[in-house]
């Protein structure tokens, strides 16, 4: 029954959007009506509200509807659409502020003379407005309104001018930012949640173990991540449209004839130029540069695009006047003002301490003062000039709102899909076809592909991506990132938008295109274009890098870059540093041989021991590194054999584990309706038959298991636990080795600090021996705080803590003054040796210390060094396979 409920629900939903019924009230409208149906019938027929449900029943499902609403509004941590109408209210302002239409006109100029230039210059536009607007209906209308009368005009084929205004426009979708990036970061982080869930579910059912490494754990994705990743594809598709306009203007030069430009190439002309591509250039700069740089989270750089947009429509809107650019000059000053200020002070309101700090303060004040200026007389122009601010606010308003109320609408149909088993009918299918995860892949972008021709972006992203990226995502086989699958969904509902008959594309160009130009001719021009997206789609699916590595390397980078010892990053800090071993081995035996030689006889015999130790391990080190090389060797080996049974084993179980799935449902059917009397009859004979059946085909599969699994998979495991093994007997090796040295030259180079609380260590004798006990506790403690700072004092710190606590309750002043001497003895040994050893050891020291941190030391450092943050940013940009861990 839950199947009859499930297609009711999606025939209510098809129908409901086949009737032109608003999106937004479609899907909740829909998931309202047949949950309600399932519960009524249910409560009529069985006398159970939840009797037709998969999972929970009506109260579950409202539950869940409450919390992805509350989520939606209220939770904090969720802050990812705060950007929507950022970027919204950007993209709408530089469109009515006519600066698209500034730009399309500049670069005509600019590369009109070249063979297909003017087919060139509006690819070149379609990326930026798709950078700055982010919006592919307002794109391709702005250029099919300014571009393709002037295409025309100048004897462009028709085909060749309309296919490229489409695919141009459409480049929205992909090029950051983009507000469909935004929304599948939004969905994707969910679903990685799930996934997360789920491959931890299956971890348990594979190895017994509670616990998923954090190494086979998935990795969520945010806005940012998705900018970064959909950067490079967004370039690819741009060169391969540039290259094709291009090679295809060359061998025809009548379809796409060079444009002279009437006038003169002068100064004038580099001004106008400029004036028309350097604010928006400028303002891409800021808004991804600063997420790039990690100076402003997406939210942030969103309300820079909105306030540049502002201040660049404030002057546009007023052009051929005096005062035209003044408020843009204000805001940019004062922008750079407070950019040279905060380089020269420190501007905390809280914590002025100096009149240069309250100074500081003061020219900030002033300087905000004057962007504020600039702002709002730019606010006040768009505001006066054709009521523009307004028409903004409403288009974005409406924009928004439409994409909140659809969000909520998907996830109570979502919810409404789960509950009647859809996911697990999805999940189900997904993992019954021949072929693994690719298989998988092909079919779910097949049907994306297919939605985009009746769907827009925002209902495919809410609706599809929250039920099938899940599924991919938690396949450890591919063990592919959310950012690249984000992307590869982003690219795939731009290609469908541009498909004959229905992408929305062809209809929005069709708007706008004069009677001249024939449908036939828009459907014509596009079919290269399509080829081209679907070549940018293979290679961003080929080379998985080309989307993982800017984000990879970016957060790497970063100030919240993990540390080396992070155990995501250790395979592939290895790799790197086993490449130093074998370049710069010579050259680290020299630096132990050298450290060897040292005269260390008078430092403390602890550090003596761990130093000669340090030694000693930097040498094995290369020892260790042949074992792991060895244990991989032999683990890759046996793989290459292995692998097929496990994935025919595994397919096994998966079919098993539904089938049992199947068979438990039955069964709660034989007992619901034992419970309500019915123990004989038809019904109860024929789901009685599908028991048998069902658990027929559970032996049958069992049976086809190979009797040489257990053994093999026993195997598998000694030789990837001999593995793991060599692996932590390096990595502990190498830290041992590395971390006495740290602590001796920092133990050194605090001589002076441990001087400098001598006199203070010498003045307690007479505090102990004349100030009120309570007095000398205080006062003692003030000293035991120094030496607490002071690496390596603990010895000596334990000797006064022992001073003050022999004058607390009984008080001793005798022993207090005893326990005082031995501290100043062992003070006096170690000022000793630590000068000695600041004079004599330190420097050599410190040049042994960096010998040896880019290899020996790489796990133990703050930060990865930046060829370090390069190799490892690679190597984790590629999917591994990690479904032999399962």
Not at 154 to 169: D, E, F, R, V
Not at 240 to 266: H, Q, S, T
Not at 355 to 361: E, V
């Amino acid at each position: 029954m839950e199947l009859l409920f499930l297609s009711l629900l999606l025939l209510l939903m098809i129908s409901a959007l086949i009737s032109g019924f608003p999106v937004a009230f479609s899907l909740p409208g829909s998931a309202i009506l047949a949950i309600g149906i399932a519960a009524f019938a249910g409560y009529i027929f069985v006398g159970d509200i939840d009797a037709y449900f998969a999972q929970g029943g009506p109260v579950e499902w409202l539950n869940a509807g409450v919390t992805n609403f509350r989520s939606l509004y209220w939770d904090v941590e969720r802050d990812t659409l705060i950007a929507v109408p950022l970027f919204v209210f950007m993209g709408i302002m530089l469109q009515r502020s006519k600066i698209a239409e500034d730009l399309l006109v500049a670069m005509a100029q600019l590369f009109g003379p070249i063979p297909g230039g003017l087919g060139i210059s509006v690819v070149f536009v379609g990326a930026l407005l798709a950078a700055t607007t982010g919006i592919v209906g307002a794109t391709v209308i702005a250029m099919g309104l300014i571009s393709l009368p002037a295409m025309l005009q100048n004897n462009y084929s028709k085909p060749l001018a309309t296919g490229t205004i489409c695919a141009s426009g459409t480049l929205g979708q992909i090029i950051p930012p983009s507000i469909i990036l935004i929304l599948l970061a939004d969905q994707l982080s969910n679903a990685t949640d799930i996934a997360s869930t789920s491959r931890q579910t299956a971890y348990r059912e594979a190895t017994g173990e509670f616990v998923l490494p954090s190494t086979l754990d998935i990795t969520s994705t945010s806005a940012g991540d998705m900018f970064m990743g959909a950067f490079v594809p967004g370039l690819v598709l741009v060169g391969l449209y540039m290259l094709y306009i291009l090679i295809y203007a060359l061998i025809k030069p009548e379809v796409a004839p060079p444009v002279r430009y009437e006038g003169k190439y002068d100064l004038k002309f580099v001004m106008n130029i400029s004036l028309s591509l350097v604010p928006p250039l400028f303002l891409i700069f800021a808004v991804l540069g600063s997420i790039v740089l990690g100076v402003a989270t997406v939210n942030q750089a969103g309300s820079i695009g909105a306030i540049g947009a502002m201040i660049m429509g404030g002057y546009r809107l007023n052009s051929g006047k005096k005062d035209t650019y003044l408020p843009a000059i204000l805001a940019i000053g004062a922008t750079i003002a407070l950019s040279v200020i905060l380089s020269f002070y420190q501007l905390n309101v809280k914590n002025i301490k100096t009149a240069s700090d309250a100074f500081g303060i003061f020219l900030a004040v002033i300087a905000v003062i004057v962007l504020c200026i600039g702002v709002f007389w730019s606010g006040w122009r768009i505001f006066k000039i054709e009521d523009t601010l307004q028409g903004v606010m409403i288009e974005t308003a409406k924009t928004t709102s439409m994409v909140f109320i659809i969000l909520i609408g998907a996830a109570m149909l979502t919810s409404a899909f789960r509950g009647f088993g859809g996911e697990e009918l999805v999940k189900e299918f997904l993992g019954g076809l021949e072929g693994g995860f690719w298989a998988q892949f092909v079919v779910v972008m097949a049907v994306i592909f297919f939605l985009g021709f009746f769907l827009d972006f925002i209902e495919i992203t809410v609706v599809v991506v929250p039920i099938v990226a899940p599924i991919l995502l938690s396949d450890p086989s591919a063990n592919i990132t959310a950012v690249w699958l984000g992307v590869m969904i982003g690219m795939n509902m731009q290609t469908s938008f541009l498909t004959p008959p229905f992408g929305f594309s062809l209809f929005y160009l069709r708007g706008v295109a004069p009677p001249t130009v024939k449908t036939l001719h828009i459907y014509r021009g596009v079919v290269a274009f399509i080829l081209l997206q679907l070549a940018g789609l293979a290679i961003a699916g080929y080379f998985p890098a080309l989307v993982n590595y800017l984000p990879k390397r970016i957060y790497l980078a970063s100030e919240n870059a993990p540390p080396p010892v992070n155990p995501k990053l250790q395979v592939c800090l290895e790799e790197f540093v086993f490449n130093v071993y074998d370049s710069e081995g010579d050259g680290l035996r020299s630096g132990v041989v050298t450290a060897q030689g040292l005269n260390v006889s008078f430092i403390p015999e602890k550090h003596q021991k761990q130093f000669s130790e340090t030694h000693e391990r930097v040498l094995a080190t290369f020892g260790l590194v042949e074992n792991i090389r060895q244990a991989e060797k032999e683990l890759d080996t046996y793989i290459t054999d292995y692998r097929p049974l496990h994935i025919e084993v595994r397919l096994l179980e998966k079919k098993i584990r539904f089938i049992t799935l199947d068979l438990e449902d039955e069964e709660q059917t034989i007992r619901r309706l034992e419970r309500n009397g019915e123990t004989t009859g038809s019904r109860i004979t024929i789901i009685k038959g599908k028991i048998t059946d069902l658990k027929a085909k559970i032996i049958e599969l069992e049976a086809q298991i190979p009797k040489n699994w257990k053994v093999e998979r026993k195997k598998y495991l000694e030789l990837a636990k001999a593995e793991t093994k060599a692996r932590k007997l390096y990595r502990r090796n190498v830290d041992e080795a590395f971390e006495p040295l740290i602590e001796l030259i920092k133990v050194i180079a605090q001589y002076e600090e441990l001087v400098l609380i001598e006199d203070d260590l010498l003045g307690l004798k007479s505090i102990i021996a004349n100030d009120p006990e309570k007095v000398a506790m205080k006062k003692i403690k003030v000293v035991e705080k120094q030496l607490g700072m002071v690496a390596g004092s603990s010895k000596i710190k334990s000797k006064i803590s022992k001073a003050r606590r022999a004058l607390k309750r009984n008080p001793d002043r005798e022993k207090a003054d005893q326990m005082l001497e031995k501290g100043l003895e062992l003070f006096a040994q170690e000022v000793a040796w630590r000068q000695q050893a600041s004079e004599q050891l330190l420097t050599t020291l410190k040049e042994y210390e960096n010998l040896l941190s880019g290899s020996i030391g790489a796990r133990l450092q703050n930060h990865l060094s930046k060829d370090q943050a390069k190799y490892i940013a690679s190597c984790l940009s590629d999917h591994q396979d990690v479904s032999l861990a399962f």
